[in-house]
């Protein structure tokens, strides 16, 4: 059963456009969660998280926005760069573990 | 760069052997965490270590064990490997405060290929 789930395994933007991964989970006891970026042959990178109690959390250029009601989570990036092109997982934090999605292959066109 | 290392990178192996990969946790941090990522999945929590007990575990037999040292780095060992144990596995560190550690983000080191021949 998997709860936390990235539906899109890929996505193609164009540099300078906004790039919009989305995330949805299962569990309304989920109060934490994160987005992590992974390049190949690397672990993952922690990029943001966001608390239950709020809805939007913003560091630059990544905007993770949250919506309890719909169990729907999703990380903006603005202005897409090349750099950016990675696996970008989501994962929700449980009684002492982290569950993550599948990871969405994000890939920024020059 | 988030100072958790791993060793090896890469190992083959055989059905039915051992191994154990190694972990060496950021500096101050006393919680290790280890993962199996196969492809085309998200990492997979096995269990975690928090002052050198386990702390919790994942959906995986007991031929997964670890061991967390006091320095705080850590080991997995796996037995009797299997076909299926071929993945890439991650170990993540955090520091748990005294009062519990539902909020620290984890950082996770280059991870170790494992291919099960």
């Known amino acids: 059963d998997q709860q936390v789930k990235q539906n899109s395994p890929s996505l193609s933007v164009q540099e300078g456009r906004i790039s919009i991964l989305n995330c949805d989970y299962t569990?309304?006891?989920?109060?934490?969660f994160l987005w992590y970026k992974k390049y190949p042959a690397e672990g993952p990178t922690f990029l943001i998280s966001i608390s239950s109690i709020k809805d939007k959390n913003e560091d630059g250029r990544f905007t993770v926005f949250l919506n309890k009601s719909a169990k729907h989570l999703s990380l903006h990036i603005v202005p897409s760069q090349p750099g950016d092109s990675a696996v970008y997982f989501c994962a929700a934090l449980g009684t002492y573990k982290y569950i993550f999605g599948t990871g969405t292959r994000l890939k920024v066109l020059a | 760069e988030t100072g958790v290392t791993q060793s090896p990178t890469h190992l083959i192996k055989t059905r039915g052997q051992q191994v154990t990969l190694r972990c060496s946790s950021q500096s101050g941090h006393n919680t290790v965490s280890w993962y199996q990522q196969a492809l085309g999945q998200g990492p997979q929590f096995i269990f975690q270590?928090?002052?050198?007990?386990?702390?919790g575990r994942g959906n995986f037999p007991p031929r997964f064990s670890g061991l967390q040292f006091p320095n705080y780095s850590s080991e997995l060992n796996v037995n009797a490997l299997e076909l299926d144990d071929s993945a890439l596995y991650l170990c993540a560190s955090s520091l748990t405060g005294t009062s519990g550690g539902a909020w620290e983000t984890q950082y996770f080191g280059p991870g170790t290929r494992l291919l099960v021949l």
């Open positions: 569990n309304s006891m989920f109060d934490y």
């Open positions: 270590y928090y002052r050198e007990e386990e702390n």
